[in-house]
């Protein structure tokens, strides 16, 4: 094991002395020379390896500890900042993930061209006209931010040494590329070591840093899992690249919660933020049609409204056909029984057929509620109201059964701007006040009378 390294360092001026001794050279003070712990430079250390030895952390009483200048910096961005839990946090690392073309590059230049402090902008994927370009269709006008083109963290250090910004921004983690590490950019050491050295340039500096990153196919970001683990933040960048809303997520957020989501409209000079997210539901469809409801599901972590399609018709051939799309048709089938035997519906001789539109594939229990609607409305062709959505189960016997983290489906209900959610009477809900009327029901007879 390698041998602890220790230095004298005077209490009152900071200066470094090889052995104690009990003047300090340097104030003249008496007694103020004391034994430390130094970090020896290690490989990955963000500064040169000449640079001054440094004290190695010690143990603080957490009430001793300095909060004085950890204000959060506005974005000035409502999205990013409600998102963010309020801010961006000094030292903090934040990694923006999301496919390729949704706007990761844009979402981050546009915030870099609106901050009032000094942004320095690295990318490593477009040259320095090329962002001009983009930043001349954004906000042409701003004197803080600087772009840098490079790659090799080393370099990047050094100009970052020489510029002081007050935050950083890497385009992307994955052509970063650390002179300490063999391997090529983009491979899991790289990747890894490069983020080690951004940890520790922010946590030293208190400059905040927010990285880039791609994802692999199947929608996690590229590079090894830790990397997720040793930032504080990583956000997703998501939406339909043909469509134009994108809606920014936190899935981790070492300081604050994750529930919050941001939603931006693409358009020819930008993102513009949505503050009020109903317009887009109400812009969608005007019309109300009937066999369509929508369901507040998890995706994994992640709160998701999705809507069910089901089409009921008079079966034309002897023998009904049932048909679920994005749905387990054994599942349809059970709630099928249960609408037949417990609200006396006759769909023995109808043919059933069920969507999820988006081409989703659900197993979230919750979306029962919801798959049930969309059949009583399409067999009595009456529309439901657009702004209602649904959360709950539905059991054997016909009883709405609750669902798991059934507040986080209300709040992102009524972030979306629906007006009622049904869910079942046995969730147990401790939200107080809420903009969302939250229906509560224990029988699937209630919803009948209630929809019908
Ligand atoms: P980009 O930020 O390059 O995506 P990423 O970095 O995630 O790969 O997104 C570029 C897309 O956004 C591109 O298809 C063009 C579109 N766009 C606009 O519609 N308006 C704009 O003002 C800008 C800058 C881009
Ligand atoms: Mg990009």
Redesign the pocket.
């Given at each position: 094991m390698a041998k602890v390294k220790t230095t004298f360092f005077c209490q009152n001026c900071g200066s470094q002395f090889a052995k104690w001794q009990g003047q300090c050279n340097a104030c003249k003070e008496w007694n103020t020379i004391v034994e430390e712990v130094i970090q020896t430079p290690e490989k990955s250390d963000w500064k040169s390896p000449t640079s001054k030895v440094k004290k190695a952390a010690v143990p603080l009483r957490i009430k001793d500890i300095d909060m004085s200048n950890e204000a959060r910096l506005d974005t000035m961005d409502g999205e990013f900042n409600r998102v963010l839990g309020g801010g961006i946090v000094p030292g903090s690392l934040t990694l923006l993930g999301?496919?390729?073309?949704?706007?990761?590059?844009?979402?981050l230049?546009?915030i870099s061209l609106k901050l009032p402090y000094k942004t320095l902008y690295v990318s490593g994927?477009e040259s320095q006209k090329q962002i001009k370009m983009?930043a001349e269709?954004?906000n042409p006008n701003n004197n803080n931010c600087y772009i840098l083109t490079e790659t090799k963290t080393q370099n990047i250090f050094k100009q970052i040494e020489a510029l002081e910004p007050d935050i950083v921004i890497i385009?992307?983690i994955q052509t970063l590329h650390s002179d300490y590490i063999e391997s090529s950019s983009g491979s899991i050491s790289q990747i890894k070591e490069c983020t080690t050295e951004l940890i520790k340039f922010a946590k030293e500096t208190a400059t905040p840093v927010l990285l880039?990153g791609h994802i692999t196919k199947d929608g996690n970001i590229a590079g090894p899992k830790i990397l997720e683990h040793m930032v504080d933040t990583v956000l997703q960048?998501e939406g339909d690249?043909n469509h134009v809303f994108r809606i920014l997520r936190a899935h981790k957020n070492r300081f604050g919660s994750t529930n919050e989501l941001g939603i931006y409209e693409?358009?020819?000079?930008?993102?513009r933020e949505v503050s009020n997210p109903s317009e887009i539901l109400i812009s969608k469809k005007d019309e109300e049609l009937s066999g369509n409801a929508i369901a507040a599901t998890l995706e994994g972590m992640r709160p998701l409204m999705i809507e069910v399609q089901a089409l009921v018709s008079t079966a034309v051939y002897g023998t009904p056909q049932r048909s679920a799309t994005g749905f387990n048709a054994k599942r349809l089938n059970m709630l099928l029984a249960v609408l037949e035997k417990r609200a006396g519906f006759r769909l023995g001789a109808k043919d059933v057929f069920l969507n999820i539109t988006g081409g989703i594939n659900v197993d979230d229990p919750a979306i029962d509620l919801a798959v049930v609607a969309s059949i009583l409305s399409s067999n009595e062709d009456v529309a439901l109201q657009k702004d209602i959505c649904f959360a709950a189960e539905v059991g054997l016997s016909g009883e709405i059964r609750p669902v798991q983290r059934v507040e986080q489906r209300i709040l992102e209900a009524e972030k979306l701007g629906f007006s009622t959610i049904y869910v079942s009477k046995y969730n147990k809900i401790s939200l107080k006040k809420t903009a969302i009327k939250i229906q509560l029901i224990s029988k699937i007879e209630d919803l009948v009378t209630m929809l019908v």
């Open positions: 999301g496919e390729p073309g949704i706007g990761k590059s844009t979402l230049l546009q994927e983009r269709r954004i385009d992307s880039i960048f690249r693409m358009q020819g000079s930008g993102l």
